[in-house]
Protein backbone atom coordinates (compact mmCIF):
# COMPACT_ATOMS: atom_id res chain seq x y z
CA UNK A 1 0.00 0.00 0.00
CA UNK A 2 2.88 2.11 1.15
CA UNK A 3 4.36 2.08 -2.71
CA UNK A 4 0.88 2.64 -4.65
CA UNK A 5 0.36 5.63 -2.03
CA UNK A 6 3.44 7.29 -2.96
CA UNK A 7 2.82 6.33 -6.52
CA UNK A 8 -0.23 8.34 -6.58
CA UNK A 9 0.99 11.29 -4.32
CA UNK A 10 4.13 11.53 -6.95
CA UNK A 11 1.88 11.37 -9.94
CA UNK A 12 -0.20 13.81 -8.31
CA UNK A 13 3.04 16.11 -8.02
CA UNK A 14 4.42 15.65 -11.60
CA UNK A 15 0.80 16.84 -13.04
CA UNK A 16 0.18 19.67 -10.81
CA UNK A 17 3.89 20.63 -11.55
CA UNK A 18 5.12 20.74 -7.96
CA UNK A 19 8.54 19.10 -8.58
CA UNK A 20 11.37 19.56 -6.29
CA UNK A 21 13.93 22.49 -7.83
CA UNK A 22 17.15 21.62 -8.62
CA UNK A 23 20.20 23.01 -6.06
CA UNK A 24 23.21 22.55 -8.01
CA UNK A 25 21.94 24.68 -11.44
CA UNK A 26 22.39 21.01 -13.13
CA UNK A 27 19.51 19.51 -15.29
CA UNK A 28 17.85 16.82 -13.88
CA UNK A 29 17.34 14.02 -15.67
CA UNK A 30 16.15 10.35 -15.49
CA UNK A 31 16.65 7.87 -17.57
CA UNK A 32 15.35 3.86 -17.96
CA UNK A 33 17.75 1.86 -18.96
CA UNK A 34 21.70 1.59 -18.87
CA UNK A 35 22.04 2.08 -22.76
CA UNK A 36 20.11 5.41 -23.12
CA UNK A 37 21.71 6.83 -19.58
CA UNK A 38 25.26 6.07 -21.26
CA UNK A 39 24.31 8.24 -24.61
CA UNK A 40 22.79 11.25 -22.15
CA UNK A 41 26.07 11.14 -20.46
CA UNK A 42 28.29 11.21 -23.12
CA UNK A 43 25.98 13.59 -25.03
CA UNK A 44 25.65 16.29 -21.54
CA UNK A 45 27.95 15.11 -19.55
CA UNK A 46 28.01 17.47 -15.98
CA UNK A 47 25.49 20.02 -17.71
CA UNK A 48 22.73 17.46 -16.31
CA UNK A 49 21.94 15.55 -13.24
CA UNK A 50 21.51 11.47 -14.16
CA UNK A 51 19.28 9.14 -12.49
CA UNK A 52 19.11 5.32 -13.87
CA UNK A 53 16.29 3.53 -13.01
CA UNK A 54 17.26 -0.20 -13.85
CA UNK A 55 20.71 -0.47 -13.25
CA UNK A 56 23.08 -3.42 -14.15
CA UNK A 57 21.66 -6.93 -13.65
CA UNK A 58 18.11 -5.50 -13.32
CA UNK A 59 15.32 -6.78 -15.78
CA UNK A 60 13.15 -3.87 -17.42
CA UNK A 61 10.29 -6.20 -18.25
CA UNK A 62 9.04 -7.10 -15.10
CA UNK A 63 10.20 -3.74 -13.09
CA UNK A 64 8.69 -2.08 -10.85
CA UNK A 65 9.41 1.37 -9.38
CA UNK A 66 10.66 2.19 -6.27
CA UNK A 67 9.85 5.15 -4.05
CA UNK A 68 13.56 6.40 -5.03
CA UNK A 69 12.53 6.24 -8.05
CA UNK A 70 9.33 7.78 -7.95
CA UNK A 71 10.84 10.78 -6.20
CA UNK A 72 13.44 11.21 -9.08
CA UNK A 73 10.23 11.47 -11.54
CA UNK A 74 9.19 14.40 -9.67
CA UNK A 75 12.25 16.45 -9.99
CA UNK A 76 13.06 15.81 -13.25
CA UNK A 77 13.07 17.81 -16.07
CA UNK A 78 12.92 15.40 -18.42
CA UNK A 79 12.34 11.46 -18.58
CA UNK A 80 13.91 9.26 -21.13
CA UNK A 81 12.96 5.44 -21.21
CA UNK A 82 13.03 3.03 -24.54
CA UNK A 83 9.64 2.48 -25.26
CA UNK A 84 8.24 -0.29 -27.36
CA UNK A 85 6.78 -2.22 -24.47
CA UNK A 86 10.05 -2.31 -22.79
CA UNK A 87 9.42 -1.21 -19.52
CA UNK A 88 6.33 -2.79 -18.94
CA UNK A 89 5.28 -1.90 -14.99
CA UNK A 90 6.15 2.00 -15.94
CA UNK A 91 3.48 2.30 -19.16
CA UNK A 92 1.16 3.48 -16.73
CA UNK A 93 3.46 6.27 -14.49
CA UNK A 94 4.58 7.37 -18.13
CA UNK A 95 1.28 7.31 -20.12
CA UNK A 96 0.22 9.85 -16.99
CA UNK A 97 3.11 12.48 -17.05
CA UNK A 98 2.96 12.18 -21.00
CA UNK A 99 -0.85 13.63 -20.67
CA UNK A 100 0.03 16.32 -17.59
CA UNK A 101 2.05 17.98 -20.43
CA UNK A 102 4.26 19.22 -17.28
CA UNK A 103 7.74 17.37 -17.99
CA UNK A 104 9.00 15.81 -21.94
CA UNK A 105 8.83 11.99 -21.28
CA UNK A 106 10.40 10.68 -24.64
CA UNK A 107 10.48 6.95 -25.75
CA UNK A 108 13.77 7.02 -27.83
CA UNK A 109 13.39 3.83 -29.24
CA UNK A 110 10.34 4.78 -31.17
CA UNK A 111 12.29 7.02 -32.94
CA UNK A 112 13.99 3.95 -34.94
CA UNK A 113 12.11 4.48 -38.08
CA UNK A 114 9.04 1.46 -38.37
CA UNK A 115 10.58 -0.26 -41.27
CA UNK A 116 13.50 -0.71 -39.17
CA UNK A 117 11.67 -2.52 -36.20
CA UNK A 118 11.29 -5.99 -35.54
CA UNK A 119 7.70 -7.70 -35.11
CA UNK A 120 7.28 -9.25 -31.61
CA UNK A 121 6.04 -12.52 -32.59
CA UNK A 122 3.65 -12.87 -29.87
CA UNK A 123 1.70 -9.35 -30.85
CA UNK A 124 1.25 -8.84 -34.99
CA UNK A 125 0.66 -4.86 -33.39
CA UNK A 126 4.13 -4.48 -31.51
CA UNK A 127 7.68 -4.27 -32.09
CA UNK A 128 10.26 -5.72 -30.56
CA UNK A 129 12.22 -3.18 -27.86
CA UNK A 130 15.70 -4.47 -27.96
CA UNK A 131 17.21 -1.84 -30.64
CA UNK A 132 20.38 -0.91 -28.87
CA UNK A 133 21.57 -4.21 -29.69
CA UNK A 134 22.37 -2.77 -33.36
CA UNK A 135 24.50 0.07 -33.39
CA UNK A 136 22.90 1.06 -36.81
CA UNK A 137 19.53 1.37 -35.25
CA UNK A 138 20.42 2.83 -31.77
CA UNK A 139 21.38 5.94 -33.29
CA UNK A 140 18.11 7.21 -34.09
CA UNK A 141 17.51 6.89 -30.51
CA UNK A 142 20.79 8.66 -29.76
CA UNK A 143 19.49 11.65 -32.17
CA UNK A 144 16.33 11.47 -30.06
CA UNK A 145 18.54 11.29 -26.86
CA UNK A 146 20.35 14.74 -28.44
CA UNK A 147 17.43 16.71 -29.92
CA UNK A 148 15.24 15.75 -26.35
CA UNK A 149 18.42 17.74 -24.78
CA UNK A 150 18.99 20.44 -26.90
CA UNK A 151 14.76 21.48 -26.62
CA UNK A 152 15.19 21.10 -22.77
CA UNK A 153 18.41 23.08 -23.04
CA UNK A 154 19.13 25.39 -26.13
CA UNK A 155 21.92 27.06 -24.39
CA UNK A 156 23.95 23.77 -24.78
CA UNK A 157 23.24 23.16 -28.26
CA UNK A 158 26.87 23.25 -29.30
CA UNK A 159 28.09 21.20 -27.10
CA UNK A 160 25.18 18.60 -27.41
CA UNK A 161 25.81 18.64 -31.41
CA UNK A 162 29.68 17.99 -31.14
CA UNK A 163 29.64 15.41 -28.89
CA UNK A 164 26.53 13.33 -29.77
CA UNK A 165 28.91 13.76 -33.46
CA UNK A 166 31.54 11.98 -31.82
CA UNK A 167 29.36 9.31 -30.23
CA UNK A 168 27.28 8.49 -33.65
CA UNK A 169 31.07 8.15 -35.22
CA UNK A 170 31.96 5.97 -32.40
CA UNK A 171 28.64 3.49 -32.72
CA UNK A 172 29.96 3.55 -36.30
CA UNK A 173 33.26 2.20 -35.32
CA UNK A 174 31.65 -0.58 -32.70
CA UNK A 175 29.85 -2.09 -35.76
CA UNK A 176 32.39 -2.37 -38.03
CA UNK A 177 34.36 -4.16 -35.06
CA UNK A 178 31.44 -6.37 -34.15
CA UNK A 179 31.43 -7.05 -37.90
CA UNK A 180 34.79 -8.03 -38.24
CA UNK A 181 34.61 -10.31 -35.07
CA UNK A 182 31.62 -12.17 -36.07
CA UNK A 183 33.46 -12.89 -39.29
CA UNK A 184 35.57 -14.99 -37.17
CA UNK A 185 32.54 -17.31 -36.83
CA UNK A 186 31.87 -19.54 -39.77
CA UNK A 187 28.14 -18.82 -40.74
CA UNK A 188 26.97 -22.43 -39.91
CA UNK A 189 28.19 -21.93 -36.61
CA UNK A 190 26.70 -18.91 -36.16
CA UNK A 191 23.53 -20.05 -34.07
CA UNK A 192 23.10 -18.15 -31.06
CA UNK A 193 20.89 -19.71 -27.89
CA UNK A 194 20.18 -17.42 -25.29
CA UNK A 195 17.76 -17.69 -22.07
CA UNK A 196 15.67 -14.95 -23.81
CA UNK A 197 14.29 -13.31 -27.64
CA UNK A 198 16.58 -9.72 -26.85
CA UNK A 199 19.07 -10.75 -29.43
CA UNK A 200 17.47 -10.54 -32.51
CA UNK A 201 18.31 -7.61 -33.84
CA UNK A 202 22.04 -8.43 -33.27
CA UNK A 203 21.62 -11.60 -35.06
CA UNK A 204 19.94 -10.02 -37.91
CA UNK A 205 23.05 -7.23 -37.99
CA UNK A 206 25.52 -9.86 -37.86
CA UNK A 207 24.62 -12.75 -39.35
CA UNK A 208 23.46 -14.84 -36.20
CA UNK A 209 20.58 -17.19 -36.12
CA UNK A 210 19.05 -16.14 -32.68
CA UNK A 211 16.65 -19.07 -30.53
CA UNK A 212 15.60 -18.61 -27.19
CA UNK A 213 13.99 -20.44 -24.22
CA UNK A 214 11.41 -17.35 -23.31
CA UNK A 215 10.16 -14.98 -25.80
CA UNK A 216 10.95 -11.36 -26.30
CA UNK A 217 9.75 -10.28 -22.44
CA UNK A 218 10.58 -12.17 -19.52
CA UNK A 219 7.41 -11.90 -18.34
CA UNK A 220 6.68 -15.00 -20.59
CA UNK A 221 7.10 -18.55 -19.70
CA UNK A 222 9.46 -21.33 -20.55
CA UNK A 223 7.54 -24.12 -21.77
CA UNK A 224 8.40 -27.98 -21.61
CA UNK A 225 7.76 -27.65 -25.62
CA UNK A 226 10.02 -25.02 -25.66
CA UNK A 227 13.31 -26.45 -24.04
CA UNK A 228 12.68 -29.83 -25.97
CA UNK A 229 12.97 -28.09 -29.21
CA UNK A 230 15.90 -26.61 -28.58
CA UNK A 231 17.35 -29.19 -27.11
CA UNK A 232 16.94 -31.33 -30.00
CA UNK A 233 18.10 -28.47 -32.23
CA UNK A 234 21.07 -28.45 -30.53
CA UNK A 235 22.16 -32.10 -30.05
CA UNK A 236 20.91 -32.09 -33.90
CA UNK A 237 23.50 -28.89 -35.39
CA UNK A 238 25.97 -29.95 -32.30
CA UNK A 239 26.07 -26.38 -31.13
CA UNK A 240 29.00 -25.78 -29.01
CA UNK A 241 27.63 -23.58 -26.53
CA UNK A 242 24.46 -21.92 -24.95
CA UNK A 243 23.99 -19.07 -23.49
CA UNK A 244 22.80 -17.09 -20.02
CA UNK A 245 22.07 -13.17 -19.26
CA UNK A 246 23.04 -11.42 -16.43
CA UNK A 247 19.63 -10.14 -15.70
CA UNK A 248 17.24 -13.74 -16.23
CA UNK A 249 17.50 -16.94 -14.26
CA UNK A 250 19.69 -19.46 -15.74
CA UNK A 251 17.63 -22.55 -14.55
CA UNK A 252 16.47 -22.74 -18.15
CA UNK A 253 19.57 -22.32 -20.47
CA UNK A 254 20.75 -24.95 -17.60
CA UNK A 255 17.99 -27.11 -18.57
CA UNK A 256 18.51 -27.27 -22.29
CA UNK A 257 22.01 -28.32 -21.61
CA UNK A 258 21.28 -30.85 -18.98
CA UNK A 259 18.68 -32.37 -21.43
CA UNK A 260 21.27 -31.91 -24.62
CA UNK A 261 23.43 -34.32 -22.22
CA UNK A 262 21.33 -36.85 -21.56
CA UNK A 263 20.98 -37.06 -25.67
CA UNK A 264 24.60 -37.78 -25.88
CA UNK A 265 25.88 -34.51 -27.04
CA UNK A 266 27.79 -31.96 -24.35
CA UNK A 267 27.34 -27.97 -24.72
CA UNK A 268 28.74 -26.27 -22.59
CA UNK A 269 27.53 -22.49 -21.15
CA UNK A 270 29.54 -20.23 -23.29
CA UNK A 271 29.06 -17.60 -20.51
CA UNK A 272 26.86 -14.50 -19.45
CA UNK A 273 25.28 -11.80 -22.19
CA UNK A 274 24.85 -8.58 -21.16
CA UNK A 275 20.50 -8.30 -23.06
CA UNK A 276 18.44 -5.90 -21.23
CA UNK A 277 21.35 -3.60 -18.80
CA UNK A 278 24.94 -3.02 -18.78
CA UNK A 279 27.58 -4.39 -16.33
CA UNK A 280 29.04 -2.45 -13.11
CA UNK A 281 30.31 0.90 -14.03
CA UNK A 282 33.77 -0.62 -13.03
CA UNK A 283 33.65 -3.56 -15.13
CA UNK A 284 34.23 -3.69 -18.96
CA UNK A 285 30.61 -3.77 -19.66
CA UNK A 286 29.68 -0.52 -17.71
CA UNK A 287 29.21 1.24 -20.82
CA UNK A 288 27.05 0.55 -23.56
CA UNK A 289 30.32 -0.08 -25.78
CA UNK A 290 31.70 -2.12 -23.53
CA UNK A 291 29.07 -4.00 -22.99
CA UNK A 292 28.59 -4.60 -26.83
CA UNK A 293 32.29 -5.48 -27.29
CA UNK A 294 31.73 -8.04 -24.52
CA UNK A 295 29.34 -9.78 -25.70
CA UNK A 296 30.23 -10.43 -29.41
CA UNK A 297 33.75 -11.38 -27.67
CA UNK A 298 31.96 -13.68 -25.54
CA UNK A 299 29.53 -15.67 -28.54
CA UNK A 300 32.66 -15.41 -30.81
CA UNK A 301 34.99 -17.39 -28.24
CA UNK A 302 32.23 -19.26 -27.37
CA UNK A 303 31.33 -20.63 -30.99
CA UNK A 304 34.58 -21.01 -33.36
CA UNK A 305 35.80 -23.89 -34.06
Known sequence: MLLRFSLITIL????TGCTAPATDGRLRVVATTGPIADAVQAIAGDRVALHTLLGPGIDPHTY???ESDLFALQEARLILYNGLHLEANLARVFDGIKQSGTIPVIAVAEAVPVEM???WEDDEKAYDPHVWHDPRRWRYA???IRDALIDLDPDGRTIYQQRSEQYLNDLQALDADLRALAEQVPPERRILVTAHDAFHYFGQAYGFRVEAVQGISTASEASAATIRDLTTLVVTE???AIFVETSVSPRTIE???SAARAAGHE???GGELYSDSLGDADGPAGTYFGMMRHNMQTIVAALMP
Open 12 to 15: LLIL
Open 64 to 66: LAT
Open 117 to 119: RLR
Open 267 to 269: VRV
Open 142 to 144: VIA
Open 255 to 257: AVQ
Open 238 to 240: RIP
